[in-house]
């Protein structure tokens, strides 16, 4: 079907996502799929769960095949993580610093610490976007299941490079903000110890006491924290935070622990995340994104979306999947439920949770 959909154009590029049932034949499924399309540039993995089209199969055997033609050269690489006496290094390939492009990536969660490059190609690399997520399919080390090409890798990083640079990276964190946003007025590393010159846990506290029972109970399940973006920005919305988990707090200073570097003059706010928050922020990201289209039709979409969402947030099945079909029509589409999801907000290139990246492929323009 993958390539009967192609017509007379040759793939020229195959993401393949597989269900953890293939985790100890993924040479063999790698091989028989390589011998239906021939060699071609191909990453993949193997996954907890994968979708396909508008479905997302949870709990049974699953191969979602999704290939591409007319994108230009793609350039498939492998990336490996060495630990030094100074912290680490990356090795394998090498972003060029003034190269715009869109880089799909998938990681192995225990060998590649993919924050650490993502924070590097923010520095260096700033025409580079990265979509992807980090592999889901294997508990332990060496357990997890890369595709590149024709090869099977249990570590690292697989990625492929893309000069399409019309490639849309949609990025739904699926939270809502609540209270009051605040400046933060004493910070050190990911601890922030002031948010408009009170304790951050004092206004933690007095937030969470002016929430509705609902709220509250949401808070108590797992407080979040927004990241203003775009400090210049009139109203902020959702959308407009880079979302973070609290980690922790420190009671005798009234601190509290984030999951990012935090600087004095940063505008947070603390968020919420529910299935109805997650399931609004994803329709006005569609929404958003079929209004820019036009009424053209979308060639296709990578769907990268975290293994705690699915069954385990939402009441009805395949959710993602079937939201962006709803908006955005039939469309191919692959993706795998993943351990930490890769997509740029305002600009930079992050390591999420909870999240839907979508790396849309808009059609042949004219």
Known sequence: MALASLGDSPPGLGVLF???????????????????????PLIGCVSEA???????????????????????????????????ASGGAFGGYRFEPDRAAVCLLVCDPFTFPAEYLLAHLNENAT???????????GLGARRSRLFLDGQVRTEGAVGVYLPDTRI????????????????????????????????????????????SPH??????????VGIV???YGAERHQGDFLIRSILGAQPETGAIAVGDEIDVGQTLQFHIRDADSADRDLQRILDEEAAALGGARAAGALLFTCNGRGSRLFPEPDHDARLLARVLGD???????CAGELGPVGGQNY????????????GSPG
Do not use: K, Y
């Open 127 to 137: 025409g580079t976007l990265v979509m992807g997520g980090m592999a889901s399919g």
């Open 229 to 231: 973006m775009n400090e």
């Open 351 to 362: 390591l999420h949770a909870f999240t839907a990246s979508i790396a849309l492929f808009p």
């Open 50 to 84: 994968v979708a396909g089209g508008a479905r997302e199969v949870e709990a049974e055997p699953a191969v979602s095949l999704w290939l591409a033609a007319g994108l230009g050269p793609a350039e498939t690489f492998a990336m490996e993580f060495v630990p030094t």
């Open 18 to 40: 597989a269900s953890d049932h293939f985790l100890d034949s993924a040479e063999t499924l790698l091989a028989a799929v390589t011998a239906r399309t021939g060699p071609l």
């Open 215 to 224: 709220d509250r109970e949401l808070l108590a399940r797992g407080v979040q």
């Open 331 to 337: 469309i191919p589409v692959a993706g795998f439920f």
């Open 168 to 211: 849309h990276p949609l990025v739904s964190q699926g939270c809502r903000p609540v209270g009051e946003p605040f400046t933060v007025t004493a910070a050190e590393g990911t601890l922030v110890q002031e948010l408009g010159g009170r304790p951050a846990m004092t206004r933690l506290q007095e937030m969470a006491g002016a929430l």
